[in-house]
């Protein structure tokens, strides 16, 4: 498949990327070597092969989740530079002229 310049600057625009010169050419050359690698793939039978879903068998082994109160609610209240009688106070950081 034929990339075209025009294509890699809206690809390039997508990706927050800038190519000029010969970094344009190269990126031109490596997506069509790469559309060309995907179309070569289509021709490789598949018939009877299961999808692959994971890359190996491993199983993810995670450990109980058990809530444990390590420091109560007025020790932090009271470490914190400002707070309130409930909350940690903190400095306003949205400004609502949005």
């Known amino acids: 498949m034929k990339i075209t310049e025009k294509r890699v600057q809206e690809l390039?625009?997508?990706?927050?990327?800038?190519?000029?010169?010969?970094?344009?050419?190269?990126?031109?050359?490596?997506?069509e070597d790469i559309l060309a690698m995907c179309e070569k793939l289509k021709e490789v039978d598949t018939t009877g092969v299961e999808p692959l879903i994971y890359l190996t068998n491993a199983e993810t082994v995670l450990r109980e989740d058990v809530v444990v109160q390590t420091i109560t609610h007025e020790e932090a209240l009271r470490n914190a530079p400002k707070a309130d009688s409930d909350f940690f106070r903190v400095p306003k950081v949205i400004d609502g002229n949005g």
């Open 12 to 31: 390039a625009h997508l990706s927050r990327l800038q190519f000029e010169g010969d970094s344009l050419k190269k990126m031109q050359s490596d997506l």
